[in-house]
C-alpha cells in the first residue's frame, strides 16, 4: 500500500468512486459550441462517429482525427435543438478551433464559438450519482445511454461520467457554479482532485491528448471502438480506418500496466532484449504504481509480463478501451 505517500483527501476520494459519489470540477475542459443548419453534417464528416442519426437530447463520444487517422482528441458531444456543444480537452480547446474552422466552406452554414469562459462543467462519479442526479430533478436520465441529456433550471445534466465508472456531466453558466458545487456537496459527493482525477483517468484508460492521443496512433489503437462508426460513409480519416478494421491491421494497442516501481511516460517497453512498446502515463494509486502503454499486439495482452525501465510490469485490462474486434460493425 502505498497511501502514506498520497494525499488522504485523494484516497477518500477514490474510496468514494467505487462505493460513493464523488463531484470534479472539469471547467479547465473547453466547450465548443456549433451552430448553424449543417452542424451535424459537418461533425460527421470531421469525426469519426455517427452525428447524422443523433436527434436533440441525445450524445456521443468521437474522435477527432487528422487525414491518415491519427488522433487529435477524444471528445464528447451533446446535441442541443439549435446547436450542438462540444467538450474537449483542456489542451486541444484552441487547436480544435482553428482545426475545424479549416474545414468549413463558404455555403456552410456552421458557426463556431468558444463558450468555455462562460461555462462551467461538473461530473459526477461512482454508484451514488444516481441518487444525487434524482435528488438535482434529472431521475429521468437514470438508465439513459451515454450522451443522453435533458435541461434543468438551465443546466445541462447528461449521462456519463467522462470515464467508465457510472456518473453524469452537468454544463452550466460560470455564474452559476459555486451554488450547484455547494448543492452537490450537500447532496453527499465528495470533492475529486485534479490529480485524483488524473489518477483516474489513468487506472480507468481514458486517454488523454499528448499522451496516448498523439500523431503515432490511431482510434483502433487506442482501443476507442465506441467512438467510431463503420456505415457512416466518408470522413477525414475514414479511408484507413476502415482499413485497420476490415484487414484486421491493429499492430499494436493501448493497456494498462501495473507496476513494481515509479516509471517515466516515454520509457520502452521491453521483454528480455527485444523493444514491445512505449510507456505513456503514469502514477501512484492507493495500491502501488501503475501505468498506460502501447504494446505491440503480436506481443500478447493480459496477464503479458514486461520490463518498463526498471520495474518490472504486468498487462492488465483497463475498462475505457476494448480491444475485441466488434463482430457487427460491417
Not at 482499413?243 to 520502452?268: E, H, M
Request: aromatic share 6%; proline share 5%; hydrophobic share 40%.
Amino acid at each position: 500500500m502505498l497511501t502514506s505517500a498520497i494525499d488522504p483527501q485523494d484516497v477518500n476520494a477514490m474510496q468514494a468512486v467505487r462505493e460513493g459519489v464523488v463531484v470534479s470540477d472539469r471547467s479547465t475542459w473547453g466547450i465548443i459550441r456549433i451552430s448553424g443548419d449543417d452542424r451535424l453534417r459537418f461533425l460527421h464528416n470531421q469525426s469519426t462517429n455517427d452525428f447524422q442519426s443523433l436527434k436533440p437530447g441525445q450524445g456521443c463520444d468521437t474522435v477527432m482525427v487528422t487525414s491518415t487517422a491519427r488522433t487529435i482528441d477524444l471528445v464528447t458531444a451533446y446535441v442541443l435543438n439549435d446547436a450542438v456543444l462540444l467538450l474537449v480537452s483542456p489542451n486541444r480547446r484552441q487547436e480544435l478551433m482553428k482545426w475545424l474552422d479549416r474545414y468549413i466552406f463558404p455555403a456552410d452554414k456552421v458557426k463556431l464559438t468558444d463558450v468555455t469562459e462562460e461555462t462551467a462543467t461538473l461530473s459526477l462519479i461512482g454508484p451514488q450519482s444516481h441518487a444525487v442526479v434524482e435528488k438535482l430533478g434529472a431521475g429521468d436520465l437514470i438508465g439513459q445511454p451515454d450522451g443522453n441529456h435533458i435541461l434543468v433550471d438551465g443546466v445541462i445534466v447528461a449521462v456519463g461520467s467522462g470515464l467508465a465508472a457510472p456518473g453524469y456531466t452537468l454544463i452550466l453558466p460560470h455564474t452559476e457554479k459555486q451554488t450547484w458545487w455547494e448543492k452537490i456537496l450537500e447532496l453527499g459527493a465528495v470533492e475529486l482532485s485534479d490529480r485524483a482525477w488524473e489518477m483516474l483517468r489513468i487506472l480507468q484508460g481514458r486517454p488523454a491528448p499528448d499522451l496516448e492521443l498523439t500523431d503515432d496512433y490511431n482510434p483502433l489503437e487506442v482501443g476507442l471502438w465506441q467512438t467510431v462508426s463503420f456505415n457512416k460513409g466518408c470522413y477525414i480519416g475514414q479511408e484507413t480506418i476502415a482499413r485497420l478494421n476490415t484487414y484486421k491491421g491493429v499492430k499494436q494497442y493501448l493497456w494498462g500496466i501495473r507496476l513494481s516501481a515509479a516509471a517515466a511516460p516515454g520509457t520502452v517497453i521491453t521483454i528480455g532484449e527485444e523493444k514491445v512498446g512505449k510507456l505513456t502515463s503514469y502514477t501512484t494509486t492507493p495500491d502501488g504504481h501503475f501505468g498506460l502503454g502501447y504494446i505491440r499486439s503480436k506481443a500478447g495482452g493480459v496477464g503479458l509480463k514486461v520490463q518498463v525501465g526498471e520495474a518490472a510490469g504486468e498487462i492488465i485490462a483497463i475498462p475505457f478501451v476494448s480491444h475485441e474486434y466488434p463482430s457487427n460493425n460491417l
